[in-house]
């Protein structure tokens, strides 16, 4: 079977994207300053509400979170977006 989700821009390459972004434009993809984001990281970790996996970070959970929320998006849209299976997201 040939793999769905092969683009170069995986999600971890867009995730590093997102947080090194102009405040402007991290505003406009995940509806809230790169600051408030960090602090709402740190907030789940102290509270382990979210764990890092060997497939994708809790940056990385939190921006697809806020990806989606922002825009209606599909598991699908997301699963393009990210390059991880519609699994994955929706995990």
Known sequence: ?????????????????????????????????????????????????LESTRVISIEEQLIMLLWIIGRGATTREAAEQFQHSTQTISQ
Do not use: Q
Not at 23 to 37: A, K
């Open 1 to 49: 079977m040939r793999p769905v989700y092969t683009s170069s821009r995986t999600g971890n390459r867009y995730t590093e994207e997102i947080l090194w972004a102009h405040p402007r434009r991290v505003i406009d993809l995940i509806r809230m300053p790169i600051t408030t984001l960090l602090d709402l990281r740190d907030w789940v970790v102290d509270r382990a509400l």
